[in-house]
């Protein structure tokens, strides 16, 4: 259960696109109180989830090959194949979209060619990429507390939570280790957001600087970021709970 939960806490906090929307939270007028709001609602579905599932087992593992057992072993299963599944769908979807971006360039090439004005066109285009910039962060700058929590609950992987909810059904609370490993789960999943939070706290102009820098890079590659993180958890979750399903213990 231990380095389970610890490779789920780690998929959680590395996934992309939590990460790119907390950018922008923190990067507003209100960023560092914006973003404790972001990782309260954060922190707190976390926990409402493992309580929930504490509540529901007592605090104590249900017995092997018993129905509850079994039915925590095929959900992680379930949830396992659906990581592969939208992760070779994100792939795809990726390898589509850079193949049409491929076959527009020489079209549009041909197009700025046989036309007088491609010149404006050309610097127009930062231009209008400047002015979508400017109008995210504008909408950021209005942001409240509540948005950003909203945000945090929208934006939560729940594939990968719910895999953590399936895998605390084994978790002995009268055990020091499994409240440890809860514990350990809990902080590593927002271990990210809590790091960027502290940054912009102590050096709130070059952590806006750079955080910006990272939400750039992570939006060129946040597709195969998504693919490698669901793929490795969903294979590793799959042959999991299949030896746990087969095996004779």
Not at 46 to 65: D, E, N, W
Not at 115 to 123: M, S, V
Not at 178 to 195: E, K, N, Q, W
């Amino acid at each position: 259960m231990v380095l389970d939960l610890l490779l789920i806490g780690l998929a959680v906090t590395l996934f992309p696109l939590p990460i790119m929307a907390f950018v922008l939270v923190v990067s507003g007028s209100r960023g560092v109180r914006n973003g404790l709001a972001f990782i309260f609602a954060w922190l707190a579905c976390l926990v409402t989830v493992m309580a929930l599932v504490l509540l529901l087992t007592g605090g104590q593992p249900p017995p092997p090959r018993s129905p509850p057992s079994i039915g925590a072993l095929v959900a992680t299963l379930v949830i396992g194949l659906g990581l592969v599944v939208y992760s070779e769908h994100r792939r795809r979807r990726s390898r589509r979209t850079a193949t049409g971006a491929g076959a527009a360039a020489p079209v549009a090439a041909e197009g700025d060619a046989g036309e007088g004005d491609a010149g404006e066109g050309d610097a127009a285009a930062p231009e209008a990429a400047s002015a979508s910039g400017s109008s995210v962060t504008s909408r950021m700058d209005e942001a409240t507390g509540w948005s950003a929590a909203g945000l945090a609950v929208f934006l939560q992987p729940w594939g990968m939570v719910g895999a953590a909810a399936a895998t605390v059904v084994e978790a002995d609370l009268s055990d020091a280790q499994s409240f440890l490993a809860l514990m350990a789960f809990c902080v590593l999943a927002t271990s990210t957001l809590l790091a960027m939070e502290l940054y912009m706290v102590f050096s709130p102009r070059k952590a806006q600087s750079v955080l910006l820098g990272l939400r750039g890079w992570l939006e060129r590659h946040k597709d195969p970021a998504i693919v490698v993180t669901c793929l490795l958890l969903g294979l590793w979750l799959v042959a999991r709970s299949l030896y746990q399903l087969t095996g004779t213990g």
